[in-house]
């Protein structure tokens, strides 16, 4: 059996949701804390197999991945399960990406959030089809990035200052009279600059360079 601790704001919700954990055959214990100043002590005192972290808690923060990602950081390596989200994509996929290991939102029930307790102790994701998708896709797009990213390690220390300049719209000539070289030399680089990255023009290199970078 697991034992979880639960992080939420209002007393009256987290008691209610104890109780009803409480009621499962499946949990050893279950505690409660109302605010993320106590979390650390909490979970050193409930010996927490997987924290429970009600979104709302965390809504004064800057940005909706810091709702998860206070609590990951505070959680020393144990999963977080986020609750309470809305039935959206992005705020699942944002919890997901701030290293939540499951999410549950308003419309999931109470067998499902056990459920994805159980998982996330287990280390296995319980995600709907089309979230499994669209992190498939995030995945894609990461690992495209790290290629070009990749790419952009063969061009040399020079190369890679003339494409910053590149970047700015500089010509060969204003590039020559800016590093005080041929503009011969400056044409042999940028030609080098584009088999090395396996493009056709001065744009496609400056583009590759501004999605690696972003």
Do not use: W
Not at 52 to 75: E, M, N
Not at 176 to 203: C, D, F, P, Q, W
């Amino acid at each position: 059996m697991l034992n979880v601790l639960l992080c939420v704001e209002s007393r009256i919700y987290g008691q209610g949701l104890s109780m009803l954990l409480r009621s499962s055959d499946r949990f050893d214990e279950v505690s409660t804390t109302y605010c993320l100043d106590g979390l650390a002590s909490n979970l050193d005192r409930a010996c927490a197999d997987v924290i429970v972290i009600d979104a709302a808690i965390c809504a004064g923060q800057a940005g909706h991945q810091d709702v998860v990602r206070s609590p990951f950081d505070l959680a020393r390596g144990r999963p977080v399960v986020v609750l309470g989200l809305r039935d959206g994509e992005e705020d699942v996929l944002a919890s997901l990406e701030a290293g939540a290991a499951g999410c549950v939102t308003h419309e999931h029930s109470i067998d499902e959030l056990i459920n994805t307790i159980e998982a996330a102790a287990a280390g296995e994701l319980l995600c709907p089809p089309r979230i499994a998708r669209r992190l498939q896709e995030r995945l894609a797009a990461l690992a495209s990035v790290k290629a070009q990213a990749a790419i952009l390690n063969r061009l040399s220390q020079k190369e890679h200052f003339i494409l910053s300049l590149l970047e700015q719209r500089m010509s060969n000539k204003q590039i020559a009279r800016h590093l005080g070289l041929e503009l011969s030399t400056i044409k042999n680089h940028v030609h080098s600059i584009l088999v090395k990255l396996r493009v056709s023009s001065r744009t496609e290199a400056v583009s590759l360079m501004q999605v690696a970078n972003s």
